[in-house]
């Protein structure tokens, strides 16, 4: 397929990821605030506390705080990723269509499909690192830090000035990690996808097929990378202690470390139900979306093509 097709997988992705963030932002926030607060081992944990303590120190409109931010991060992020993952796969197939393989019946094996998704998955984490340093930082801002709207190029600003640039980039090496987690989420849903295309045609993968397979996909791959959730999350809201010069020497595995001796291994799976049922329910409603748009994108990049070669003609 030419670059049209990966410019529209690119806009029906973006848009998908920004309806779904709209559509479950609630429950990243109760899951984010989960993921960052630390509690000894000995310390009960209401689960429900932390619902009752954003609405009571912020109101109802503290479940959207860094909205704005997770829709910058997530908007740019699945442009980027489809774009590219489309990208490298068409690259895969195109190779094969060369050696005189059928592209349309061999589609990419799950080797293939992990490349595709480690390549696409690298370009994004760290293309967008620092709007979700910033939408974390947001998020998880307490009462006595100000309630007053900021938006995501400001914090992003602030953190620089007061933290360092190289902090706009903390928790990128557990992200680059992380990156296993789409692999594995898109993996499933390709697999899934070929098979239902090979045995009943195209038209068969329907949006609600896209909405189950989607859930399917991020159930297993969140369940699996929860730690380097947490503690992605956990540096993207550590500030600069000057005082504190072991703290920032610590590696990935230290910290993790630090976390299991200090909080048990509870403080690594802290607010998992809640990340499960969101990531679940994000990435299901991604896929729906995504699938509704990509008629609309495909429209939309064919009239953008052929204004362009009007021009040129």
Do not use: C
Request: charged content about 20%; aromatic content about 10%.
């Amino acid at each position: 397929m030419s670059s049209g097709s990966e410019f529209a997988h690119a806009l029906a992705g973006a848009g998908g990821g920004a309806l779904s963030m709209i559509v479950t932002y609630p429950l990243v926030t109760l899951s984010t605030l989960a993921q960052t607060t630390k509690k000894k081992k000995d310390e009960d944990t209401d689960k429900k506390a932390g619902l009752r303590d954003v609405i009571r120190q912020k109101g109802i409109g503290g479940l959207y705080s860094g909205l704005e931010s997770a829709l910058y991060g997530i908007t740019l992020s699945n442009f980027i990723y489809y774009y590219f993952y489309e990208l490298s796969s068409n690259a895969f197939l195109q190779a094969k269509v060369a050696a005189g393989g059928s592209r349309r019946k061999r589609g990419l094996t799950t080797v293939e499909l992990m490349i595709t998704g480690a390549v696409a998955g690298a370009i994004t984490v760290i293309g967008t690192n620092p709007f979700w340093v910033a939408n974390t930082r947001l998020m998880t801002r307490t009462k006595e830090e100000g309630t007053r709207s900021r938006s995501a190029f400001r914090t992003m600003v602030d953190i620089a000035q007061t933290d360092g640039v190289g902090t706009l980039f903390a928790g990128v090496f557990p992200a680059l990690v992380l990156v296993i987690n789409p692999i594995i989420q898109y993996t499933i849903l390709e697999q899934f996808r070929n098979a239902i295309v090979a045995s009943s045609g195209v038209a068969a993968f329907t949006s609600a097929k896209a909405f189950l397979i989607g859930a399917l996909g991020k159930l297993v791959a969140t369940t699996l990378t929860y730690p380097y959730i947490t503690l992605k999350s956990r540096m993207h809201v550590k500030k600069k202690q000057v005082s504190d010069e072991q703290a920032k020497e610590l590696s990935m595995w230290q910290e993790i470390r630090k976390i299991i001796h200090e909080e048990g291994l509870e403080g690594l799976y802290r607010g998992l139900a809640v990340k499960l049922f969101q990531s679940i329910m994000t990435a299901a409603f991604l896929f729906y979306f995504k699938e509704e748009l990509m008629v609309g994108s495909i429209k939309l990049v064919r009239i953008l093509q052929g204004r362009r070669l009007k021009k040129l003609l």
